[in-house]
């Protein structure tokens, strides 16, 4: 079979109608220009909070529990019945956030368990209706935009909780006989449920201010999938856009042309150079977990240290892209001392060295990465931060750079670094502490002719 073909084929196949450049409807259209101007906000500031909290925390085994466990609804009501997080407070979440330097949070409004955090008219399986009683999600719009924090809402287009969404090979509770499946599934209509998520995005769109970013999630195509039909993908975010327009949306509604999403998601994985889409570097956020699981998980113990959580902040943004770091906050509401204990480490780096990743980007080509070093660049101020990973003995080697910098300086404490030509002129030697400097990754900042 000729490869074209059969590439052709196998997308039609995953993902039924193949969505292309050439029909962008006209609410869509959008210059260049338009879009940066929009996103400017979100590629300047580069690093952001997500909040995977829900009934889930109570079992404490991972988000995707009432999945892995096969839990019916009536097992998993006790969760509900029970949910009371008398220690929430989203003034100290937002202070931490903002001190580990994160400008933007987006939180589960809506997980795949289809509990609803938020105040909603279309269901009963809400924080309102739980012995908490209140709108989880109002009050922690209200406390992290005090702090300056910029608020995006997580939705899942998946719901293992609503009667109309059907049955597929992922659902924790359908039959998973085909034949029976298809029977249970009769009673099921995804038009009620296609509209009780566009309810729901009025509401979330309408109730709770100016959202600044979209993370819906997310598609299965294929056999006993779900992708863009069946959520009606493009209906529902020509009404997210008709609500508001600014708002930046993820990648995850299965419409593959490039007015379907704003910025791609690669999730748990750290891309080996900046990832592209159709040949052109796309703008992308990494979300990533402190252990592994998304909700509070009691008994998961593979944390990354701060170490490694700075190196993968530093690492993002050398590629141009955006850290969205994950809390799994527990059931009385409150981060558990993991979580603290890394937000700390966060913020301790990002006092002193936060200009090497505001406003940064991958450097221009033509610096060449020292050895165990990572570069990021503010191409409006014109300084190159390197980031050095493994503190070197007494020296680090720029090659190529003889020409190219005024000063240089260690940005943790603004103390000068000295430099000077090798016998290789268009190199430069320069000078560091013998002793690392204390702090997690130390960088070097060259202000640039
Ligand atoms: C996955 C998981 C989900 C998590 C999300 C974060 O899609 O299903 O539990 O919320 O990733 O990106």
């Given at each position: 079979?000729?490869?074209?073909f059969?590439?052709t084929v196998?997308?039609f196949?995953?993902?039924?109608?193949?969505?292309?450049?050439?029909?962008?409807p006209?609410?869509?259209k959008?210059?260049?220009?338009?879009?940066?101007?929009?996103?400017k906000?979100?590629f300047?500031?580069?690093?952001?909070?997500?909040?995977?909290?829900g009934?889930?925390a109570?079992?404490?085994?991972?988000?995707?529990?009432?999945q892995?466990?096969?839990?019916?609804?009536?097992?998993?009501q006790?969760y509900?019945?029970?949910?009371?997080?008398d220690?929430?407070?989203?003034?100290?979440?937002?202070?931490k956030a903002?001190?580990a330097?994160?400008?933007?949070?987006?939180?589960?409004?809506?997980?795949?368990?289809?509990?609803?955090?938020?105040?909603?008219k279309?269901?009963d399986?809400?924080?309102?209706?739980?012995?908490?009683?209140?709108d989880?999600?109002?009050?922690?719009?209200?406390?992290?935009?005090?702090?300056?924090?910029?608020?995006?809402?997580?939705?899942?287009?998946?719901?293992?909780?609503?009667?109309?969404?059907?049955y597929?090979?992922?659902?924790?509770?359908?039959?998973?006989?085909?034949e029976?499946?298809?029977?249970?599934?009769?009673?099921?209509?995804?038009n009620?449920?296609?509209?009780?998520?566009?309810?729901?995005?009025?509401?979330?769109?309408?109730?709770y201010?100016?959202?600044?970013?979209?993370?819906?999630?997310f598609?299965?195509?294929?056999?006993?999938?779900?992708?863009?039909?069946?959520?009606?993908?493009?209906?529902l975010l020509?009404?997210?856009?008709?609500?508001?327009?600014?708002?930046?949306?993820?990648?995850?509604?299965?419409?593959?042309?490039?007015?379907?999403?704003?910025?791609?998601?690669?999730?748990?994985?750290?891309?080996?150079s900046?990832?592209?889409?159709?040949?052109?570097?796309a703008p992308?956020?990494?979300?990533?977990t402190f252990?592994?699981?998304w909700?509070?998980?009691?008994?998961?113990?593979?944390?990354k240290?701060?170490?490694?959580?700075?190196?993968?902040l530093?690492?993002?943004?050398?590629?141009?892209?955006?850290l969205?770091l994950n809390?799994?906050?527990?059931?009385r509401?409150?981060?558990?001392?993991?979580?603290?204990?890394?937000?700390?480490?966060?913020?301790?780096?990002?006092?002193?060295?936060?200009?090497?990743?505001?406003?940064?980007?991958?450097?221009?080509?033509?610096?060449?990465?020292p050895?165990?070093c990572?570069?990021t660049?503010n191409?409006?101020?014109?300084r190159?931060?390197?980031?050095?990973?493994?503190?070197?003995?007494?020296?680090?080697?720029?090659?190529?750079?003889?020409?190219?910098?005024?000063?240089?300086?260690?940005?943790?404490?603004?103390s000068?670094?000295?430099?000077?030509?090798?016998?290789?002129?268009?190199?430069?030697?320069?000078?560091?502490?013998?002793?690392?400097?204390?702090?997690?990754?130390?960088?070097i900042?060259?202000?640039?002719?």
């Open positions: 079979m000729n490869r074209l059969a590439f196998a997308v196949l995953v993902s039924g109608t193949v969505y292309s450049q050439s029909k962008t006209s609410w869509a959008e210059t260049q220009e338009q879009k940066d101007k929009r996103m906000w979100w300047h500031d580069r690093f952001g909070m997500f909040i995977h909290w009934i889930y109570m079992p404490g085994r991972h988000e995707w529990v009432k892995y466990e096969k839990i019916s609804d009536e097992n998993y006790k509900f019945d029970y949910f009371n997080p220690l929430y407070n989203p003034a100290d979440w937002a202070k903002k001190a330097g994160m400008k933007y949070v987006v939180v589960t409004t809506k997980h795949h368990d289809g509990f609803c955090l938020f105040d909603s279309h269901t399986f809400k924080a309102t209706n739980t012995p908490y009683g209140k989880l999600i109002k009050l922690l719009v209200d406390a992290f935009r005090a702090e300056g924090i910029r608020v995006g809402f997580y939705y899942s287009l998946i719901d293992w909780h609503h009667p109309h969404f059907t597929d090979r992922i659902h924790p509770n359908g039959p998973s006989n085909p029976e499946r298809k029977k249970a599934n009769e009673n099921r209509d995804m009620v449920y296609r509209k009780y998520m566009k309810d729901q995005m009025t509401e979330l769109l309408t109730n201010g100016q959202i600044d970013e979209l993370f819906l999630d598609s299965y195509p294929g056999e006993n999938g779900k992708g863009h039909e069946d959520w009606g993908s493009e209906d020509k009404h997210i856009r008709s609500l508001q327009p600014q708002i930046i949306v993820d990648n995850r509604l299965d419409l593959n042309a490039s007015w379907g999403w704003d910025f791609i998601t690669p999730e748990q994985y750290m891309p080996s900046w990832p592209l889409k159709d040949g052109v570097k992308w956020e990494t979300c990533q252990s592994g699981s909700g509070y998980h009691r008994d998961e113990y593979s944390w240290s701060v170490h490694q959580l700075v190196v993968m530093i690492e993002t943004v050398s590629k141009g892209g955006n969205l809390v799994g906050p527990t059931s509401g409150t981060f558990d001392e993991r979580a603290d204990e890394r937000l700390d480490g966060l913020a301790k780096w990002m006092k002193y060295n936060d200009r090497s990743i505001y406003g940064c980007t991958e450097a221009p080509a033509e610096y060449s990465v050895q165990n990572m570069l660049y191409p409006e101020t014109k190159l931060y390197i980031h050095v990973i493994e503190w070197p003995f007494s020296s680090l080697l720029l090659k190529g750079y003889a020409d190219k910098i005024k000063y240089a300086q260690l940005l943790n404490d603004g000068e670094i000295r430099y000077r030509t090798t016998d290789t002129p268009e190199d430069l030697q320069i000078s560091v502490p013998v002793k690392k400097p204390d702090t997690e990754v130390p960088v900042e060259l202000f640039l002719k």
